[in-house]
Every structure is written in structure tokens, then in C-alpha cells.
């Protein structure tokens, strides 16, 4: 089993992945086949959402089409055995207007990302993410 450092490891690279935009085979590198992303309620998706690795990839192209840049800055990181709780910044630009901001706008977000990893990927994703106004 990997340890917490190592669970962090991968966390980082996750996020500097979806900075790139990483999609497809490059994105699914980082979830076991059976992975489950939960994101709960927020001002994006009001009812929440429950994805599987299909709808994962699905949103990462999707993402890519919508937002021009995104930075990740970790504020806070506990990791510890199996699991790890990351405080995030979030900061993304948009390629097309999306409310009141135009294209080239930024959004910022505050998340918490919880991942559980299995056999050295991430097996389960939960995210609370909370939107600066726009």
C-alpha cells in the first residue's frame, strides 16, 4: 500500500495535470477503474453530481473547452495511509463568458478535496467547492 507522501505525491501531480489539461488516457492514469467522484452541491451544479471514470474524462473535455487556464495553490494538506484532505485555491479563466464574466474573466474557488487511493491511484474523490461570487 502507498503512504500518506506518496498519496500526496500523486495528489499534487493530479493537480498539475488538470492545469495542463490533461484528458483522456493522461487524466485516467490517475483513477482506479472503478472510481468514484462525488462534487457536491455548489453555484456550478446545483444538485451535485456522481461520476464514474467516463463522465471524469467527459468533464475534463468539456472543462477544456470552457476555461482558457486553471492554477491550483494548496493552502492546507493532511495525508495520512490510504486517504488525504486538501484546502485548495482555485483560480480559472474562462475561454467563453459564463453569468456576468466575460471570456478572458477569472472565477475563483475555494475546495476541499477528499481523495482515497487504492493500489497507488485515486479510487474516490469528493469535493466541496465553494465559488467567489460573480
Not at 492546507?76 to 466575460?102: I, K, M, N, Y
Request: glycine share 10%; charged share 30%; proline share 4%.
Amino acid at each position: 500500500m502507498a503512504s500518506g507522501p506518496d498519496n500526496l505525491a500523486l495528489a499534487r501531480s493530479y493537480l498539475e495535470a488538470i492545469e495542463r489539461g490533461a484528458a483522456d488516457d493522461e487524466l485516467a492514469a490517475f483513477f482506479t477503474a472503478d472510481v468514484v467522484q462525488e462534487e457536491f452541491p455548489n453555484r456550478l451544479v446545483p444538485q451535485g453530481a456522481r461520476r464514474g471514470l467516463a463522465e471524469i474524462l467527459e468533464g475534463a473535455v468539456k472543462g477544456r473547452k470552457v476555461m482558457r487556464e486553471q492554477r491550483f495553490e494548496l493552502l492546507h494538506v493532511v495525508a495520512e495511509g490510504d486517504r488525504a484532505a486538501l484546502e485548495v485555491q482555485w483560480t480559472g479563466t474562462l475561454a467563453e463568458p459564463l453569468g456576468s464574466l466575460p471570456a478572458g474573466g477569472e472565477m475563483r474557488a475555494r475546495f476541499a478535496v477528499f481523495l482515497e487511493f487504492s493500489g497507488g491511484l485515486i479510487r474516490r474523490q469528493r469535493n466541496y467547492d465553494c465559488f467567489d461570487p460573480w
